[in-house]
């Protein structure tokens, strides 16, 4: 069925899942996942339940930033396959009656995409104005370390970065370049895509009267950034009945209202980031962590379902290919790992909003734990460490932070299975396997009533047949509670009622809670509550 066909709010009641290509699965023994790989798993994700596969970036490209940076935005890197073996696989996803959203990385390319070579190559060339250039560089600074500018010898010229060297940004004030970029999104289309997950969109447009103030401040959330994405939506998206999710760093609540009010036809949903940032350190770099506060999460996310309650729409997520796992991170990956799995899952799949599923957290999958520099790949951290060691860092902090907040902890292998190399891969795996495979893997999971992944399944198949999980209104229950995490969501006279103990201890319940229907988990309706212990009731 095509999109087309669909209710216009279907996304509210999808539930997406995030591949990762290269570490999702290998089918020709080389390390990498790929997309033959990722079709012979599609019966799995139709098992679990989901709507919509995104995938990471597939597309040619020297993988500076595994594939974030991309020379060919119409073809496919050698490593994930050929053109023709994705075609194939969006026709085997849409044959198992699911949608695919494709990566759009266009706020920058790779310096060996042909646009840039050529932009590079002179100053009269007919691209020079596609990227961003100037004759002096100042103090400005690239978020994966080092400055902004990069000097080019042909033109005399700097050009600008907001990520790595190899990630110039593309000047989206040419006209061209953004005719460029609606062309290629439509020519995707034309294929079978379903929508796109746009990286870092709300950067595009900057704002150079505040260079002074940095580059971030410069580029988030610029001047011309609605009208730009009012523009896409008119030349590519308009009428299709796509699913678009805009990811925003620094997008508050009164922005994601505007970026995503259907009257104002942008993009149908925003990931946001300040609840991921809540073990951060203000001002400082994500790797100087600090404890995350619960009552200080819950005010968050119930800032933003207040806040976009009557007008707009959020993603919801703990994990993607950027973060930690959440198990690792908010949850115990030790001894109530499963339970913890399933309360976090809880308490995110039943709020407001269309909830992401990243790969492998449907099985518990838990950070890697590397405890050497030379383990990790991630440019992130490996620049951020090579700059600690600089500075005289000593070695085991800066191993601690990357255990704690690295990228690659959710980048490791998928788990298939307890063979070698956890299934994953025959050959030798790009990125070491998670040691606890034996334990932890698919097909453990899918024999055990008991597994976090039935209880995905289960969660997703509330969303599916509850209205209430979709449009109920929601009110929190004990904010300033240090360990309880509940709320209620009301809807046409019933109440959805979701407790969960994000805590290692037995905890008792403030208050007495109204029987129903147990949808979810084990009901305590007074008294104490388990570790973890998670589930809801309909009343
Ligand atoms: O991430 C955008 C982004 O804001 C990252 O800088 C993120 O904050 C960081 O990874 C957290 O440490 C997107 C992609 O998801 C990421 O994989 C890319 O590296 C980045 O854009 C550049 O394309």
């Given at each position: 069925m095509s999109t087309r066909d669909l209710p216009a709010d279907w996304f509210k009641s999808a539930v997406v899942y995030q591949i990762y290509p290269r570490s999702f699965a290998d089918s020709n023994g080389d390390g990498y996942g790929d997309v033959p790989g990722i079709i012979s798993k599609l019966d799995y994700l139709k098992t679990l339940g989901v709507d919509v596969i995104w995938l990471s970036p597939i597309y040619k490209?020297?993988?500076?930033?595994n594939g974030y940076d991309i020379s060919d935005y119409q073809d496919i890197d050698p490593m994930f396959g050929t053109l023709a073996q994705t075609e194939q696989l969006f026709a085997e996803v849409h044959a198992r009656g699911m949608k695919i959203v494709m990566d759009l990385v266009v706020n920058h390319s790779s310096d060996e995409h042909e646009w840039f070579v050529e932009s590079a190559s002179s100053k009269d060339n007919p691209k020079h104005d596609w990227y961003i250039w100037s004759d002096t560089a100042d103090d400005l600074y690239a978020y994966f370390g080092g400055g902004a500018w990069e000097w080019v010898e042909a033109r005399q010229q700097y050009y600008f970065h907001q990520f790595t060297r190899k990630q110039p940004d593309l000047n989206w004030e040419n006209d061209d370049v953004r005719a460029a970029v609606y062309k290629m999104m439509n020519w995707w289309l034309e294929r079978g895509v379903d929508g796109f997950r746009m990286d870092v969109i709300n950067l595009i447009s900057k704002d150079w009267s505040k260079r002074d103030q940095g580059t971030w401040q410069m580029c988030q959330n610029g001047p011309r950034v609605h009208e730009w994405l009012q523009e896409m939506n008119r030349e590519v998206l308009r009428g299709k009945n796509l699913i678009t999710v805009g990811e925003m760093p620094g997008a508050s609540v009164e922005l994601a209202r505007d970026y995503t009010?259907?009257?104002?036809?942008?993009?149908?949903m925003v990931f946001t980031f300040e609840h991921m940032d809540l073990d951060g350190t203000v001002g400082?770099?994500?790797?100087d962590y600090s404890k995350m506060h619960l009552p200080d999460l819950k005010a968050n996310l119930n800032k933003w379902q207040k806040g976009l309650e009557d007008l707009g729409w959020n993603s919801l997520y703990?994990?993607?290919?950027?973060?930690?796992?959440i198990l690792s991170r908010w949850g115990?990956?030790?001894?109530?790992r499963v339970a913890s799995a399933k309360a976090l899952g809880t308490v995110l799949h039943l709020m407001r909003g269309t909830p992401y599923i990243y790969q492998g957290e449907e099985l518990g999958m838990t950070n890697a734990y590397f405890t050497e520099l030379e383990q990790y790949q991630d440019v992130e951290s490996v620049n951020w460490a090579a700059d600690m060691v600089a500075e005289g860092r000593p070695l085991d902090r800066i191993l601690d932070s990357l255990q704690v907040k690295g990228r690659d902890n959710a980048r490791t292998p998928m788990l298939w299975n307890d063979s070698e190399n956890a299934g994953f891969t025959s050959g030798k795996p790009w990125l070491k396997v998670n040691d606890n495979y034996t334990e932890i893997n698919a097909e453990a999971a899918l024999a055990d009533k008991g597994s976090v992944f039935w209880h995905y399944r289960d969660l997703i198949e509330l969303r599916h047949h509850h209205d209430i999980v979709v449009n109920g209104t929601f009110d929190l229950l004990w904010p300033e509670h240090e360990h309880i995490f509940a709320y209620q969501r009301k809807l046409d006279g019933k109440t959805l009622t979701v407790v969960a103990n994000f805590s290692d201890h037995t905890v008792s319940l403030p208050s007495n809670l109204s029987p129903g229907e147990v949808v979810i988990g084990t009901a305590t309706l007074s008294g104490d509550l388990s570790p973890w212990q998670s589930f809801a009731i309909l009343s």
């Open positions: 490209s020297p993988q500076d930033d009010n259907p009257e104002r036809h942008e993009l149908n400082r770099s994500k790797f703990w994990n993607n290919h950027d973060q930690p796992r115990n990956d030790g001894m109530h």
